[in-house]
């Protein structure tokens, strides 16, 4: 079971590139890199997954290294709304699943 | 409907009576999925389905949980004996099929155990 390291929280400025990474040392060959976000009283949603390289969607970006131990959430030219707790999860796609801890994440305050 | 609905959306319970709390998972998800969030911390797994079937109970924090799943689509997660330490947000998620895909999340129910 991958373990994931992330800080516990970050400060950003309203505009500004946030950049959050994660490490996951013993990563899987099957593994995939998830990214999840939460705002205050509501579940989680996705927000983009990886194997490996880079990912990019209309909400972030995904970078992942060719060993694939760390992988970093870039989101650009954040605003105050996007203040909400980023979970980094390590799982397999197929093939059963596992017993997955989002852990505590990472808070993201937003500041005007 | 089109996304994970979850009710109640908030308990109150006197420590030792049961609680049932349930989970309409999105129309077609096979997978389903219930965790804990108390305050301030993470989401913890508790239980997963893949159809009516749960493969591993070992994330259930002890014997006083237990869940089912009917028909492939609802699921209900009891609680029984409630202790004040079962306070925290109970969470469930759908998907597609197994873990790796994007998993839905309901609001939760928010369990007050007094």
């Known amino acids: 079971l991958a373990k994931t390291t992330q800080p516990i929280s970050m400060d950003s400025y309203e505009g500004q590139e946030v950049n959050i990474t994660c490490s996951h040392n013993n990563i899987a060959t099957n593994d995939y890199i998830t990214w999840y976000q939460q705002f205050p009283s509501q579940g989680p949603r996705f927000i983009i997954q990886g194997y490996k390289t880079k990912v990019t969607n209309e909400v972030a970006s995904l970078f992942i290294p060719a060993d694939r131990k760390s992988s970093t959430l870039s989101l650009p030219r954040v605003s105050l709304s996007d203040t909400a707790v980023y979970y980094c999860?390590?799982?397999?796609?197929?093939?059963?699943?596992?017993?997955?801890?989002f852990g505590i994440g990472t808070k993201l305050q937003v500041i005007p | 409907g089109a996304g994970v609905s979850q009710s109640p959306s908030n308990k109150v319970t006197e420590k030792g009576k049961d609680v049932e709390l349930r989970c309409d998972p999105i129309?077609?998800?096979?997978?389903l999925y219930w965790y804990r969030q108390s305050l301030g911390q993470g989401l913890e797994f508790l239980i997963y389905f893949q159809g009516n079937s749960a493969p591993d109970k070992s994330g259930l924090p002890s014997d006083r949980f237990s869940a089912e799943r009917t028909g492939g689509s609802v699921s209900t997660l009891t609680i029984q004996r409630t202790q004040q330490e079962d306070s925290a947000v109970y969470l469930c998620?759908?998907?597609?099929?197994?873990?790796?895909?994007?998993?839905?999340f309901g609001p939760g129910t928010r369990l007050t155990v007094l």
């Open positions: 998620a759908s998907s597609l099929a197994v873990w790796g895909n994007e998993q839905f």
């Open positions: 129309s077609g998800h096979t997978a």
């Open positions: 999860l390590v799982g397999p796609l197929m093939g059963g699943y596992q017993k997955v801890t």
